[in-house]
């Protein structure tokens, strides 16, 4: 369950960052915006990369 959670949470803030950088986008707000949108998908990308590492050591 902690597995799934973690995952679930690691997509979560990647969605969440999508969702700031194609408002910043749709909205024709400047290139900060849309650079902090992008920060959440580099964290979550990390979050998942490394919670897919776990499962995957602690299936071994």
């Known amino acids: ?6 995952l679930s949470i690691s997509v979560g803030i990647i969605a969440f960052g999508f969702c ?4 910043a986008i749709g909205a024709g707000s400047s290139w900060a915006w849309v ?3 992008l920060l959440p998908v580099i ?3 990390i979050s998942l990369y490394l919670a897919i ?3 995957n050591v ?3």
């Open 35 to 37: 650079l902090t949108g």
């Open 53 to 55: 590492r776990e499962v």
């Open 20 to 23: 700031i950088a194609a408002s």
């Open 1 to 6: 369950m902690n597995d799934a959670f973690s």
């Open 43 to 45: 964290v979550g990308t």
């Open 58 to 60: 602690a299936a071994d």
